[in-house]
């Protein structure tokens, strides 16, 4: 299904190493080849995606995997900015968290949050997870080419 | 005793003519004979030396002597001996006044003296004129006796009345007294509740904030410790050994346990602050409801559901639901064999429903009774029965939320009967 000429890219908004690590580790388990950068909080994914200083000249993520519990700036905040630019607006934006709270999923959905997925604690759960993240948003879903790519 | 021909009257009005005015008088006017004789005071004259020269009926009756008796004797007679010299002192007086009458006892009381020697209280009027032979005065005079008494008893009455005002007005201040005292510590009490409650406000923020923080920070560590062994076990599959394999597993297990448990709390400590409100709640589609979410369980075991004649109640409809599968939900897990039966029943007690959810099940030592309903008691090992003894703790804190109490009916070995009321209400609930 995936008839793109460039293979899709993920930025990963997540403080935590072992996140990090895991959610790399989740993608590789799965087998899918896919180049995935990372931001280590919310301002550095903004610095990111709007190609700063040492960011300058990287493409654009066609996909984001937001966690909420953020560091300076918390994934919610990171969320309505993304939302709020132009020319980051149309990048799907998946909150991917530990967090189950009624309150976090109701904001996260009311900043146009794409989906919001509770981080499972076993870890087969969580490569099942990331397996479906792969299935839908990387191969069923027709996302829009990046405005800058 | 005092015959018309024995009194001697001088009138006042008419001054005797003749020389002798002490002893013989004639009578002016008759008219002043009748007057003179029924009187009721008494109307006594003298002389300048003071000798009694008039002596009416009046006079008579009241000192008991006759005019003929007293008739040219001297007043002090009438006078008790310790007043004589001061009356004479101002009867002097008076006669060299420029008034021709006056009131006496206008310095104290007068006291008359009886033939028998007795005293009795008097008011009395004096009067003077210059007759033929000097200045006669006139005394009249009454016996006030009666009057006196009569004025004693209405004083005594009149004490014994205030006496008791007095008496029920400090009855009634004591009283007054008291509900001041009762209202201070009444306002006291409210005071304490106020802060009381509103400590318990904060303590519930706090606990809320708490639970919180369990689910996020504490979770995030957990995931960590079984995700990262579950990868280790994954990867070096085949190249560690069974005793390794085993140890990872314990702790998977334990932080999947561990979170379990913190999920558990967190749906237990949301009973009472996310609850929602009350309203008209049909227990039959409740239980229909809990069919459906337990459809797995109910067509894994076999187990028959049968209801009674469900009402409508005043309740929160998430929790009736909750409260609902949770005993319907051990009504199965814990039955004896295959095919269990569960029947769901009610029934009016004074002003509650009382619901009944009764099994055939493995059933309850009665001395576990109490301890069931407690968070995380447990009677059966995770191997037997799984769960983190969480349910039966929730459908308390829900029915107490509710204002009814829970409790169970068991024999073991011969089936559970769980039974809960819900009193019929119409405000919001209590958090």
């Known amino acids: 299904m995936r008839d793109r000429q460039r293979p899709i890219r993920i930025l990963l908004v997540e403080d935590n190493p072992g996140d990090v690590r895991l959610t790399i580790e989740a993608f590789k388990d799965n087998r899918v080849d896919t180049p995935l950068d990372v931001a280590r909080d919310g301002v550095e994914a903004l610095a990111y995606l709007r190609q700063e200083g040492i960011h300058a000249g990287k493409p654009l993520p066609d996909l984001i995997l937001l966690d909420l519990n953020l560091p300076r700036m918390d994934g919610g905040e990171v969320l309505a900015a993304i939302k709020a630019d132009p020319a980051l607006m149309h990048i799907p934006v998946v909150v991917l968290t530990t967090s189950r709270a009624e309150q976090d999923v109701q904001r996260a959905y009311l900043l146009q949050a794409a989906c919001f997925i509770t981080k499972p604690v076993d870890f087969e759960c969580f490569i099942q997870a990331v397996k479906l993240i792969d299935a839908f948003w990387l191969s069923v879903v027709t996302l829009p080419c990046g405005a800058r790519s | ?65 006759s005019a003929a008796d007293i008739i040219g004797k001297p007043l002090d007679r009438l006078i008790p001996e310790r007043f004589v010299a001061r009356h004479g002192g101002q009867v002097r007086d008076f006669s060299a006044a420029p008034e021709t009458s006056r009131m006496m006892a206008q310095r104290g009381e007068i006291y008359g003296r009886r033939r028998d020697g007795s005293e009795f209280p008097a008011e009395a009027s004096i009067s003077k004129f210059r007759g033929p032979n000097g200045l006669v005065f006139t005394v009249i005079l009454r016996d006030i006796t009666e009057r006196r008494a009569a004025e004693l008893i209405l004083r005594g009455a009149h004490d014994e009345l205030e006496r008791r005002v007095r008496e029920r007005t400090a009855e009634l201040e004591e009283r007054n007294a008291q509900l001041q005292q009762e209202i201070q510590e009444r306002r006291r009490a409210e005071k304490l509740l106020a802060e009381q409650a509103r400590e318990l406000a ?8 708490f639970a919180s923080v369990a689910s996020h920070d504490l979770q995030e560590p957990l995931r960590m410790v079984a995700s990262y062994t579950q990868l280790l076990g994954k990867r070096y599959r085949n190249r560690l050994d069974e005793d390794a394999d085993e140890f990872m597993g314990f702790i998977v297990d334990g932080a999947l346990r561990m979170q379990r448990l913190i999920n558990d709390l967190l749906t237990f400590s949301r009973v009472g602050s996310r609850g929602k409100g009350f309203q008209p709640v ?4 409740s239980v229909a409801q809990v069919r459906i979410n337990l459809r797995a369980a109910i067509d894994e075991s076999g187990a028959r559901i049968s209801t009674g004649t469900l009402p409508v109640v005043n309740a929160d409809a998430t929790q009736m639901e909750q409260l609902l599968q949770n005993l319907i939900g051990n009504a199965i897990k814990f039955r004896k064999g295959p095919a269990p039966s569960v029947h769901i029943d009610a029934r009016r007690e004074d002003a509650a429903w009382r619901i009944t959810v009764q099994d055939d099940g493995i059933g309850i030592d009665a001395r576990y009774a109490e301890r069931i309903f407690v968070i995380f008691q447990r009677l059966h090992t995770a191997a037997e029965y799984p769960g983190t003894g969480i349910g039966l703790a929730i459908c308390k804190k829900i029915v107490e939320r509710h204002g009814g109490q829970i409790g169970v009916h068991s024999t073991p070995g011969e089936g559970a009967s769980f039974s809960f009321t819900l009193p019929d209400r119409e405000e919001t609930p209590h958090a």
């Open chain 2, 1 to 65: 005793m005092s015959a018309k021909s024995t009194t001697r009257i001088t009138s006042p009005l008419s001054p005797p003519d003749t020389a002798d005015g002490s002893r013989s008088t004639r009578l002016a006017d008759p008219r002043f004979d009748e007057i003179l004789a029924s009187a009721n005071d008494a109307i006594i004259s003298i002389d300048e030396s003071h000798a009694i020269t008039l002596f009416n009926r009046g006079a008579e009756r009241i000192f008991g002597y």
């Open chain 2, 202 to 209: 904060r303590s519930n923020a706090d606990l809320e904030q």
């Open chain 2, 282 to 285: 049909d227990l039959a589609t």
